[in-house]
């Protein structure tokens, strides 16, 4: 049992023991309470919660599955589809118990990942999932890890030709995706669409199409929580009943994939989406509506971060015109 000891205000503080951490230092947690007896309290509280959390002598695979397992009821089945594609990486380290994971063992294993040749982003993503499953059976654990560098990219959105010359190119249900595409709306969102969803130029984006674990593509209602849950201005797509384009997300992929190459332009569906955000933002529409719009968080962060790119005419466009007042001034005050 954690001693309390009395400070020189008066109050009381209790030390518990925490953790450990992989250089052999060891954490404790304070607890002050204006009595002995109540900052013991907290500390043996304290003590016998952690008791109870902590799990160490599982494995790394049990602790991966059983993430999997208690979260699969609450992330989407895609995000849970990826959990269960990456549990091979981790084959070096599975049978491995949790409380013997050091910064050394977690170091070397990042690395191994990236020198395999994985992306950045896809070591970062393996590596995270570890993490989350471990802190789940031991909440104390700690690890100081050196992750590969994020990749510094400057993509570019498509140009208002080349979406253009797709489109004109396109079939009567590729017209639908790709104006759907240039709106915001993602592949799966296309998929779920259905007429019933769309009443006086206005479609309610409610649902996905999404695989599940078991590699089957299902119709999964978009939380009404999530930025995702929105209502965009569509043109008339006629009317009838069921899905407006009856196609699966990976099949829209492969029509559009074989109309790009036909076209002779290099671009990927998911292009129109970030078309639609830099387009948004030359036109100045605020961040908060474009956000609205296209399913990000309101913050704009990912939006801004990822999706708001160059579109190479109007950074022409912007760099005469920059050229022109710069000379401009250089000739007024000549």
């Known amino acids: 049992m954690a001693k309390a000891k009395k400070l020189p205000s008066g109050s009381w503080r209790a030390r518990a ?16 309470a204006p009595t002995r007896a109540e900052a013991e309290l907290k500390a043996s509280e304290f003590m016998a919660t952690k008791k109870y959390q902590e799990r160490n002598n599982c494995t790394v695979q049990e602790a991966l599955e ?35 994971l050091s910064n050394k063992t977690m170091q070397r294993f990042v690395s191994d990942l990236t020198e395999s040749g994985l992306s950045p982003k896809s070591v970062r993503n393996i ?11 031991a909440p104390s654990a700690h690890f100081k890890v050196t992750l590969p560098a994020k990749q510094k990219k400057r993509p570019e ?18 017209k639908v995706c790709i104006t759907l595409g240039m709106r915001g709306v993602r592949r799966g969102e296309i998929a779920a669409l259905k007429y019933e969803d769309i009443k006086d130029g206005i479609a309610h984006i409610h649902a996905d199409i999404v695989k599940d674990p078991d590699q ?5 209602e978009i939380p009404k929580t999530s930025e995702s849950d929105r209502y965009i201005r569509v043109p ?3 009317s009838g009943e069921g899905y407006i384009v009856d196609w699966k997300p990976d099949t829209i992929t492969k029509r559009f994939i074989e109309l790009k190459k036909a076209v002779g332009i290099d671009i990927r569906f998911h292009d129109l989406r970030h078309y639609f955000a830099s387009t ?9 509506y474009t956000a609205d719009l296209g399913g990000w968080q309101r913050d704009g962060k990912t939006m801004k971060a990822v999706y708001q790119n160059n579109i190479k005419s109007m950074t022409d466009y ?8 710069l000379l401009e001034i250089v000739k007024e005050n000549a």
């Open 157 to 174: 959105s498509p140009s208002d030709e080349a979406v253009a010359a797709l489109y004109h190119a396109a079939d009567d249900k590729m």
């Open 127 to 137: 590596y995270g999932f570890l993490v989350s499953s471990v802190t789940m059976q």
């Open 280 to 288: 948004a933002a030359i036109l100045g529409i605020p961040d908060i």
């Open 66 to 100: 059983e993430y999997i397992d208690l979260k699969k009821a609450v992330l989407s089945p895609s995000t849970i589809r990826g959990y269960m594609q990456m549990l091979h990486y981790y084959e070096p380290i599975a049978s491995k118990r949790i409380d013997t």
């Open 318 to 325: 912007y760099s005469d015109k920059v050229e022109k007042h």
């Open 216 to 220: 089957k593509w299902v119709y999964k």
């Open 17 to 32: 023991y925490s953790y450990t951490d992989a250089d052999g230092k060891k954490h404790y947690e304070s607890f002050t």
């Open 236 to 238: 008339d797509f006629g």
